[in-house]
């Protein structure tokens, strides 16, 4: 299997190569060209196996130039070597008789971001040895919260890699700063950026794409890679979840093979709910792809109208992890929307970069209208989901997660549909202990944040994660800032190169 760019149809790489480059070299998005096939029987035969078996199987088809015995490697170390909670790599919760919660934070960071990033440095070594000669790999990545701690966890110390993670300042969770500031290892950097998330990503693409910079890399013998989820490499691994899961459902038979299934995805960068859109392609029975936003709606909007326009404010929210307005991955799904013409993608791209905004017209947007809903939810409904859940259900969940059983109500409501539906948790709770705390309480929190922490243990009864608990006795390795006009030089300082 061979992948592609959605800006240019002949820049042909083989799965190895799109994992190590990570973007094309003129900003397009690797995609493949064909998806395997995931028939009525294969299917079956999937649902009898195991989550590191299904993954093996799947991944074996988009990486082919990978052995079996590489990719039963790779899988064995991120998926069950104890890297994730004895209840399963992603095990659902029932919460009524429609609907059930995908909880994909079991892994080391507490984050769904683990499912592809315990995996990715295993994928990356191996297409470094294939792709790059002996090159060492330089991994940069920016975040909204739960990449960066997932790439720096899954990437710490694994020999001929370095990584550099930026985060917006002040545009994370308090959990989340910390996780990143006491992260362990030799050859990581985390800096926070005074700007939003979308000046991180940018500055970060610029970095990328520098052709300066790459040549003193290049000389250095290193190369730049890239841990965010415009690397197929991220993807691959999320489309495994969603087959599983629709397996796990047959298995306990909630629904039997063939029966459609929606799915609700907390959104933000569109990667999550992309992995979705793929399996559905492949084969998966997956009905409306139910694509929940927070108060900064850009893809509600573009899913409604036709017209992304990011020409808006950029709130700070509840749900940090979903505060962007430039959605990279949705170029991969315009590519399929457009007919894969790479020249169509290339001017759209190009007009969101110039004027901030497109309009993909009126075929397209009945082509998006009929596998996506697109909805949002403000904090106030964000608060009223965790408690509604809380309340109705005993269960207690994240904001984001709670966006997405928000928006899921909503369309329940609105359409009438009531076909069974898979709500995907992206995160665990207690990463964002304060805006829960809130909306059970109803009251301002305490400032500190492991006393939220405690509060929120004693109210509800659900134990904090060993992970987030142990925060407390680690010592800040990272609490430097930079400009947004500093991110090259702190790149080049720590490589040590100029
Ligand atoms: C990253 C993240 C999201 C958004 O996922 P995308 O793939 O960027 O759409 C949602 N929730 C949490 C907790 C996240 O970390």
């Not at 395997?36 to 799947?58: F, V």
């Not at 169509?344 to 969101?352: G, Q």
């Amino acid at each position: 299997m061979y992948y592609m760019s959605t800006r240019d149809l002949t820049a042909r790489v083989t799965g190895a190569q799109a994992v190590a480059r990570g973007i094309s070299v003129e900003g397009g998005l690797f995609v493949p060209e064909a998806l395997p096939a995931l028939t009525p029987e294969r299917l079956e035969r999937l649902c009898g196996m195991r989550y590191t078996e299904r993954a093996q199987e799947l991944l074996s088809d988009f990486f082919p130039d990978f052995t079996a015995e590489e990719v039963r490697a790779g899988v064995t170390a991120a998926y069950a070597s104890g890297r994730f909670a004895d209840g399963g790599v992603a095990p659902l919760a029932k919460l009524s008789p429609d609907a059930y919660l995908l909880e994909l934070w079991h892994g080391p960071t507490c984050a769904f971001k683990d499912l592809a990033l315990q995996l990715l440095p295993h994928l990356l070594t191996l297409s470094a040895r294939r792709a790059a000669g002996e090159k060492g790999i330089v991994v940069l990545a920016a975040t909204s919260g739960d990449t960066g701690k997932a790439a720096l966890e899954g990437f710490r110390d694994v020999p001929g890699v370095r990584i550099v993670v930026f985060y917006p300042a002040g545009g994370v969770s308090e959990i989340q700063r910390l996780q990143m500031a006491t992260q362990e290892g030799g050859n990581v950097m985390v800096c926070g950026v005074h700007g939003n998330f979308d000046d991180t990503q940018t500055g970060v693409k610029r970095i990328f794409t520098d052709p300066q910079l790459q040549a003193a890399l290049g000389a250095h013998g290193m190369m730049f890679s890239s841990a965010n989820s415009i690397n197929w490499g991220r993807l691959a691994p999320q489309i495994v979840y969603y087959v599983s899961a629709y397996c796990d459902l047959v298995g306990e038979e909630e629904i039997a093979l063939g029966d459609i299934l929606n799915v609700a995805v907390p959104t933000g960068n569109f990667g999550n709910i992309l992995a979705a859109w793929y399996a559905k392609r492949m084969g998966l029975p997956l009905g409306k792809l139910i694509c929940a936003s927070n108060r900064n709606n850009v893809l509600t909007d573009f899913i409604n109208t036709g017209v992304y326009d990011r020409r808006r404010e950029l709130y700070l929210t509840s749900s940090p992890s979903m505060d962007i307005l430039i959605s990279s991955n949705l170029e991969r799904l315009l590519f399929e929307l457009h007919g894969r013409d790479a020249a169509a993608i290339s001017a759209l791209m190009r007009e969101l970069g110039e004027k901030g905004a497109y309009d993909v017209g009126g075929a397209v947007r009945e082509k998006l209208q009929a596998e996506f809903h697109g909805g949002f939810c403000g904090e106030e409904g964000t608060e009223a989901a965790i408690r509604d859940v809380f309340g109705r259900y005993s269960y207690l969940c994240d904001p984001h997660t709670a966006v997405a059983w928000s928006v899921y109500g909503e369309y329940v409501q609105k359409t009438g549909d009531r076909t069974k539906t898979l709500l995907v948790s992206t995160a665990n709770p207690y990463k964002f202990a304060g805006g829960v705390l809130r909306a059970l309480t109803g009251k301002e929190p305490r400032t500190d944040e492991f006393e939220r922490l405690r509060s929120l243990e004693a109210l509800t009864g659900e134990p904090v994660p060993q992970q987030i608990a142990e925060l407390a006795g680690k010592p800040v390795r990272f609490a430097g800032t930079c400009g947004r006009d500093e991110m090259r030089a702190a790149v080049t300082g720590f490589l040590g190169i100029s």
